[in-house]
């Protein structure tokens, strides 16, 4: 839920550049070795590492764009606009 929440801001406010295309797209890949273990071997050792690191990824995601975000709003007080 949280990743279909943030790839629509980070296309609105513009702030979709290739290092969160890369996180973007290492998730997507996370969240189907994730359900391949699931399917497979069903490991829940496995599985629950593939999950967490999807999430370490997911968390660096969101943490970058409220960065991006402090930093915009930031540069926009410094300029007098707010």
Known sequence: ???F???PLLL???HAGHFEVLLAWI???LRLVHSLIHIGRGKVTGRFLV???SCLVLAAMWAGFAIDMASASMTLANQGAL
């Open 1 to 3: 839920m949280l990743y």
């Open 12 to 14: 609105l406010f513009r």
């Open 51 to 53: 999950y967490l690191f």
């Open 27 to 29: 998730y997507v890949a």
């Open 5 to 7: 929440a943030l790839v």
